[in-house]
């Protein structure tokens, strides 16, 4: 065989490579209603918390994600003290790994790994020693979360420490709360420098009927800096894909959400 030989084959299986590649990143949404290409608030490295038992279901969820319209995933394990001591040097490399595999199989989406801390005097003294993953490059949003019942008041005294800190603290999924169905105390929080994130499953009542109905006002009031799936396993993803064929996502592109001012290229902030 020639050389030319050669070259004309690796000539034609570049193309096939190139044409499928092309088909594989800009095959059509399959949800035209919803634009968001960033998640901020996922489940999904394996073994780490109430997420995926293993990393082939962690790619099954990824994958049907980006069929979803998603690009960028924001991955944000629990971290609890007693339950999810996740320290940022496991959720990094567990990300590796992810990342590699997703790289081997061709699904072109974005990772990046940031954590959702339960609010506990625990988180402060992460803080303190700097050992916090956040995500939005200098913006470092923390995303955290709290008791169902927990006080407003607290939930403020919090917000302010860490806001104090340096950081943007970001209130996963405020509809479930049951003590902040009150328009007054949400204004006082976003007043102080917390931003809400609602969870999108929300929207269909998956979760319960007051939280949403809580998802609805805050939407209403564009008092939403993000949206999340929350996700935790494929079967979740059922409500997400329902939510977005509500009417609400017709108009999405009027609330200003924080999403996908995040696709740029931006590394998590280990600080
Ligand atoms: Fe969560």
């Known amino acids: 065989m020639t050389e030319s030989y050669y070259m004309t084959v ?4 570049s193309m096939f490579d190139s044409i499928f590649k092309k088909r594989v ?6 949800f035209p209603n919803h634009c968001l290409s960033v998640d901020v608030h996922a489940h999904l490295l394996p073994q780490l918390d109430d997420g995926p038992a293993d990393i082939e279901k962690s790619v099954e969820i990824i994958k049907e994600m980006y069929v979803m319209g998603y690009r ?6 629990h971290v609890m003290s007693g339950y999810y001591n996740n320290a940022p040097e496991d959720i990094l490399q567990s990300l590796h790994v992810l990342r590699s595999v997703l790289k081997r199989r061709n699904i072109a989406i974005e990772l990046e790994a940031a954590a959702e801390y339960y609010l506990e005097e625990e988180l402060f ?6 050992e916090i993953l956040t995500f939005g490059g200098e913006k470092k949003y923390l995303l955290f979360e709290a008791s169902f019942i927990t006080r407003p008041s607290y939930l403020l005294e ?7 800190a340096g950081y943007t603290p970001v209130l996963a999924h405020p509809e479930r ?14 007043f102080n420098g917390v931003l809400f994130q609602v969870n999108i499953g929300s929207l269909t009542g998956y979760y319960s009927k007051p939280a949403q109905d809580l998802a609805e006002l805050l939407i209403n009031k564009q008092l939403v800096a993000f949206l999340g799936t929350d996700c935790h396993s494929f079967a979740q993803l059922h409500s997400i894909k ?14 200003n959400l924080l999403n996908n001012s995040l696709l ?8």
């Open 10 to 13: 690796n000539l034609i299986f």
């Open 177 to 190: 709360y049951v003590n902040l169905n009150d328009l007054e105390v949400i204004n006082r929080l976003a």
């Open 25 to 30: 990143s800009e095959s059509p949404k399959v």
């Open 72 to 77: 960028k995933i924001i991955l944000t394990p």
């Open 158 to 164: 919090s917000a302010i420490r860490i806001k104090q």
């Open 125 to 130: 003294n992460l803080i303190e020693k700097r």
């Open 242 to 255: 329902s939510a977005f064929k509500l009417n609400i996502f017709k108009d999405i592109e009027k609330l």
């Open 264 to 271: 740029e290229k931006k590394k998590s902030i280990f600080a």
